[in-house]
């Protein structure tokens, strides 16, 4: 076991959520606001694997869920930047406020 309670862990990844979301929802730069949720979604992997450091084997595989949360924000950051970037080209600009014109 080591010798770092889980609580410190815990106490990093509230701090990264908050930092994330914070991040996510002050920003109006669409690509800060993705970089906001990655935050977020990293703070959640880190209290996955702290709790499977921590509790019995075989209780909770929090590394098995960390890695399908890598996956999909990988696949998150991948076409948001795709759909950014696209509108960036078609707009000229990557600020959020420019995007309410696409409101069906």
Do not use: C, H, W
Request: net charge neutral.
């Amino acid at each position: 076991m080591s010798d770092v309670p889980v609580e410190a862990y815990l106490g990093v990844a509230a701090l990264l959520f908050g930092l994330g979301l914070f991040t996510a929802l002050r920003r109006t730069n669409a690509i800060m606001i993705l970089m906001g949720i990655e935050l977020m979604l990293n703070a959640v992997n880190l209290n996955l694997v702290a709790f499977s450091r921590y509790l019995p084997s075989g209780l909770v595989d929090g590394q098995v869920f960390a890695v399908f949360v890598i996956t999909v924000a990988a696949a998150e950051a991948a076409i948001g930047l795709g759909i950014i970037l696209m509108l960036a080209r078609k707009r000229g600009s990557v600020d959020v406020r420019d995007f309410m014109e696409l409101k069906g």
